[in-house]
């Protein structure tokens, strides 16, 4: 599902119950190096993470949390491969490692191997049945492959094991989404809101299903909430555009479009949509000349005029797109 939400760097806290927030001042062991990194990768620092995890390793290379806790960061890093490879090590050392095991799943989610994603998952649902988090996760797998009836019964269970958990909801919405089942995705949008009120992630699914429902300025306000929460947040302007363009509201759309490109210059989808409501608003302006008045038609020579005019107020609109 492309509007999902991955659970992923919580499971760090279960690996060591306790962590400082603020880096330690002078680690020496191996679990005060794994500390420290978990410090860094909630700050987002995951190279000074992995450097930490490091030395962890090596003063205790048979520590598999340490090896879990350095594949999040290379995934954090989005080098999935790497990731994977640590999450190989961990469960190698810890056979019964079933955060590991969730970990590699999402990392097989990130390569869109979702088949791969989902036997993980089932391996951490076995080792540890109540794992909230493995259930969302095989789930999004499940939507993924446009299983989205699969998709919802394990979040349901997410749900049942943890009735505040956010993602899950916001993940279930996302799965009624794509059964065309709007109004129950905004219910679970809600839900995840009144959870987490800075919830970005949840606030953009809501406005594309309030598209879907052809209440476009209900969605502008979720995206307005996304953007707000997220400056950066590429796709909440890409999906305010389009709400602008049903809208017919085109000069406004494309200037979304713009910062959505800007933000993501690889963003295809962003210049289509650009190169659309470019497109519509010459359209819209040439629709806009004045209709002559049958006086004015009875002027002899009226037709020639009217259509030089014509002609050069669509050149004019070209060379200003241009």
């Not at 003063?59 to 989005?78: E, F, M, V």
């Amino acid at each position: 599902m492309k509007m999902k939400t991955n659970a992923v760097l919580i499971v760090m806290v279960v690996l060591i119950g306790f962590c400082f927030f603020a880096p330690v001042v002078s680690a020496e062991t191996a679990e005060e190096w794994n500390e420290e990194g978990i410090s860094f990768g909630k700050a987002g620092n995951y190279e000074k993470a992995i450097e930490d995890y490091n030395k962890a390793i090596e003063l205790d290379p048979n520590y598999a949390s340490a090896y879990n806790n350095r594949g999040l960061a290379y995934g954090g890093l989005k080098q999935y491969e790497r990731a994977i490879e640590d999450y190989n090590k961990a469960i190698e050392l810890d056979p019964n490692f079933a955060v590991a095991y969730n970990n590699r799943g999402n990392a097989y989610g990130d390569l869109k191997q979702y088949e791969r994603a989902i036997e993980d998952c089932n391996k951490a649902i076995e080792l540890d049945p109540n794992f909230a988090v493995a259930y969302n996760n095989r789930g999004n797998a499940y939507g993924d492959l446009k299983q989205y009836e699969r998709a919802i019964e394990d979040c349901n269970k997410a749900i049942e094991l943890d009735p505040n958990y956010a993602v899950a909801y916001n993940n279930r919405g996302s799965a009624y989404y794509y059964l065309v089942e709007y109004e129950r995705a905004i219910g679970d949008y809600n839900k995840a809101i009144e959870l987490d009120p800075n919830y970005a992630d949840a606030y953009n699914p809501r406005g594309i299903a309030y598209c879907g429902l052809k209440q476009y300025e209900r969605a502008i306000e979720d995206y307005n909430k996304a953007i707000e929460l997220d400056p950066n947040y590429a796709v909440a302007y890409n999906n305010r555009g389009s709400a602008y363009g049903d809208l017919k509201q085109y000069e406004r759309a494309i200037e979304d479009y713009n910062k959505a490109i800007e933000l993501d210059p690889n963003y295809a989808v962003a210049y289509n949509n650009r190169e659309v409501a470019r497109s519509k608003l010459e359209e819209q302006k040439t629709s806009q000349l004045p209709i002559p008045t049958p006086e004015e038609k009875s002027v002899p020579g009226f037709e020639a005029v009217f259509a030089i005019a014509g002609l050069l107020a669509v050149t004019y609109l070209l060379r200003k797109r241009k």
